[in-house]
């Protein structure tokens, strides 16, 4: 069976799913996400599951900082000020999701981070904005840059500021 590129997922529990039996009529089945994910492992599927989390356009602030409580003006401030519940959590929950360059049909305006040789953060945080051929555009700061939108470009020597390494970040 040809597995077809449509998941539904109506319930915590269930998804519906279409199969579509060498190219002749569609079969719709209702099953078990648990069965659903094994199904895509027995037949070698990756399946990777990525909420964007969405942020706050900070481009009217350009060439300002946006700081927290302590007048800090770390990349992970912007991120955690502009990008829905990200505020109270620390970046050690920080996870990598699905890699940007891979993906550049993420929504603008996701929260992105470097995540270098780790599932855990441990690099630069920012807001994506665009994929581009020779590396991605995000909205970023830093203690010596304030808030624009900048490259960060495919093999940058600056393992932080490679577009190779940025992923989405997860909860």
């Known amino acids: 069976m040809k597995l077809y590129s449509k998941l539904v997922v109506t319930h915590a529990l269930y998804a519906e799913v279409l199969f579509i039996p060498n190219n002749q009529n569609s079969l719709l089945v209702i099953m078990n996400i648990a069965d659903f994910l094994w199904l895509l492992q027995r037949a070698n599927f990756t399946y990777t599951a990525s909420k964007a989390i969405e942020c706050e356009d900070p481009m009217p602030l350009k060439g300002k900082w946006v700081t927290n409580s302590e007048n800090k003006k770390h990349c992970v401030i912007l991120v955690k000020e ?4 990200m505020r109270d959590i620390p970046t050690e929950k920080w996870r990598r999701g699905k890699k940007v360059r891979d993906n550049c049909d993420i929504p603008r305006l996701t929260a992105i ?11 630069h945080g920012a807001i994506f904005d665009s ?8 909205i970023d700061q830093w203690d010596a ?3 624009d939108r ?4 495919f093999g940058d020597a600056r393992s932080y500021f490679d577009g190779d390494n940025f992923y989405m970040i997860e909860l």
Request: net charge positive; charged share 25%; aromatic share 10%.
């Open 150 to 153: 900048r490259k960060m470009a």
């Open 145 to 147: 840059a304030p808030v």
């Open 82 to 85: 502009k990008c829905q519940g």
């Open 113 to 123: 981070g470097s995540f270098i040789n780790s599932e855990k953060f441990n690099g």
């Open 131 to 138: 994929c581009d051929t020779d590396g991605i555009w995000v």
